[in-house]
Antibody
Framework: EVQLEDSGGGLVQPGGSLRLSCAAS????????MSWVRQAPGMGLEWVSA????????YYADSVKGRFTISRDTSKNTLFLQMKSLRAEDTAVYFC?????????????????WGQGTLVTVSS | DIQMTQSPSSLSASVGDRVTITCRAS??????LNWYQQRPGKAPKLLIF???SLQSGVPLRFSGSGSGTDFTLTISSLQPEDFATYYC?????????FGQGTKLDIK
């Protein structure tokens, strides 16, 4: 059974930093691309970032480019999202998610499993 | 970026009803269209991928169709657990984008 456990959310001041983690199990971690998707309170879903199965290729939404960094540790089956220069508009529940394609590529592969989400609140 | 537009934004229906939700892409996305269900306070769940393929474990009352720019999600006979918000999402190009959601509630 695929399991994704998001953690690391919390309250942070504008301009601050936070690192999210996602512990994965139940599948071959290095074979699947991973993404972070966020959902602001009462709003829809917004893709944030993706990383290939090997970790060699990363992708970012324009809204977070230069401020967020996605990475993965295949020895620990863990996905990370380092967030810097946080803004009020980054306030959201952040979900980690797997891509269906087992080749490790992200392009054109649907997201098939999601973590439970971790809440990030940016406020003074 | 490819814009995804769902209609309606909200919908009231009864148990046993047949319901259809539509999703339109701002440009052709071939069949790279996925549908998700999200219950309040929960993570989204993949229902349909590649426009019409049913994800493992999803009940047969859910079906999807379409290609190019116009797509539909149909629930053939609503069950109490189907009242939720539904999102379409294109995986044709980066960034992957979602529709604004369709909230389905009980009439």
């Amino acid at each position: 059974e695929v399991q994704l456990e998001d953690s690391g959310g919390g309250l942070v001041q504008p301009g601050g930093s936070l690192r999210l983690s996602c512990a994965a199990s139940g599948f071959t971690f290095s074979s699947h691309a991973m993404s972070w998707v966020r959902q602001a309170p009462g709003m829809g879903l917004e893709w944030v970032s993706a990383i290939s199965g090997t970790g060699g290729t990363t992708y970012y939404a324009d809204s977070v480019k230069g401020r967020f960094t996605i990475s993965r540790d295949t020895s620990k089956n863990t996905l990370f999202l380092q967030m810097k220069s946080l803004r009020a508009e980054d306030t959201a529940v952040y979900f980690c998610a797997t891509h269906q394609d087992s080749s490790g590529f992200y392009q054109r592969s649907p997201i098939d499993y999601w973590g439970q989400g971790t809440l990030v609140t940016v406020s003074s | 970026d490819i814009q995804m537009t769902q209609s309606p934004s909200s919908l009231s229906a009864s148990v046993g009803d047949r319901v259809t939700i539509t999703c339109r892409a701002s440009q052709s996305i071939s069949s790279y269209l996925n549908w998700y269900q999200q219950r309040p306070g929960k993570a989204p769940k993949l229902l349909i991928f590649a426009a019409s393929s049913l994800q493992s474990g999803v009940p047969l009352r859910f079906s999807g169709s379409g290609s190019g720019t116009d797509f539909t999600l149909t629930i053939s006979s609503l069950q109490p657990e189907d009242f939720a918000t539904y999102y379409c999402q294109q995986s044709y190009s980066t960034p992957p984008t979602f529709g604004q959601g369709t909230k389905l509630d009980i009439k």
